[in-house]
C-alpha cells in the first residue's frame, strides 16, 4: 500500500484546509485510515480515523467539531476536512494505513503499518 497525502498549505487563524490521502494497492474492507499530526519534539499525535466496512469515524478531543474525515472510494482517496484552525492545529500531517484494528487501538500510531510522506499545515495567529 502506498499513501500520497496532499493539500497541506499556509493558512489564518479560522481558516479552512482540506488534506487529501490517496491510497493505492491493498485497501480492503478490514482497512482503517487515519490522520496522525507531529510538531518538533514531540510524538505523533492522533486525529481521525476511518474504517472502511462500516464508515465509522473517530476524532482526538481536540478536533472533534471542527475536523471531519471523509472518504470517496471509488477514487480510493481519504479527505481530512479542517475548519476553525488553530495557532495549535499547526504541525506536519500524516496519513497511515492499518488493519483489522480494534477501536482501543486506532489511536497508537504503532498500529498502522503503511505511512504517506506527511504534508505541513500552518496557522498563522
Known amino acids: 500500500v502506498q499513501l500520497q497525502a496532499s493539500g497541506g498549505g499556509l493558512v489564518q487563524a479560522g481558516g479552512s484546509l482540506r488534506l487529501s490521502c490517496a491510497a493505492s494497492g491493498r485497501t480492503g474492507s478490514d482497512s482503517t485510515i487515519a490522520w496522525f499530526r507531529q510538531t518538533p519534539g514531540k510524538e505523533r499525535e492522533f486525529v481521525a480515523a476511518r474504517r472502511y466496512a462500516t464508515s465509522s469515524t473517530y476524532y482526538s478531543d481536540s478536533v472533534k467539531g471542527r475536523f471531519t474525515i471523509t472518504s470517496y472510494n471509488a477514487k480510493n482517496t481519504v479527505y481530512l476536512q479542517m475548519n476553525s484552525l488553530k495557532p495549535e492545529d499547526t504541525a506536519v500531517y500524516y496519513c497511515?494505513?492499518?488493519?483489522?484494528?480494534?477501536?482501543?487501538?486506532?489511536?497508537?500510531?504503532?498500529?498502522?503499518?503503511?505511512w504517506g510522506q506527511g504534508t505541513q499545515v500552518t496557522v498563522s495567529s
Open positions: 497511515a494505513a492499518g488493519f483489522r484494528l480494534i477501536i482501543s487501538t486506532m489511536r497508537i500510531p504503532t498500529s498502522y503499518i503503511y
